[in-house]
């Protein structure tokens, strides 16, 4: 069963925006902490943001001043808006729970490049 779908990924320009969703199923669960994670070819899966199921935030640094993160509850859809984009923030973004990962979704890709 499909829990987790992300998308809004794609090759963009240093500077350029992109904004990623990630669709949560019923099945799932979503009154919890949610996070964005990505990862890069030779690199372990890294938090990029939480969000508690009352809205308070948290960015780690490489991404502090240019990511933000959102949900939307009535439609189980977590955001992650992403603004001056680097090419050092290419990899696979993937959406889940903060605590007690089990599986993962496909994740979107995002490619940084000039």
């Known amino acids: 069963q499909v829990q987790l779908v992300e998308s809004g990924g794609g090759l963009v320009r240093p500077g350029q925006s992109l904004k990623l969703e990630c669709q949560v199923s019923?099945?799932?669960?979503?009154?919890?902490?949610m996070a964005w994670y990505r990862q890069s070819p030779g690199n372990q899966r890294e938090l990029v943001a939480y969000i508690t199921s009352g809205g308070t935030s948290n960015v780690e640094n490489p991404v502090k001043g240019r990511f933000t993160i959102a949900r939307d509850n009535s439609k189980r859809i977590l955001y992650l808006q992403m603004n001056n984009l680097k090419p050092e923030d290419s990899g696979r973004y993937f959406c889940n729970q903060m605590y007690g990962v089990t599986a993962w979704g496909p994740g979107t890709r995002v490619a940084v490049s000039s």
């Open positions: 019923e099945d799932f669960g979503f009154d919890r902490p």
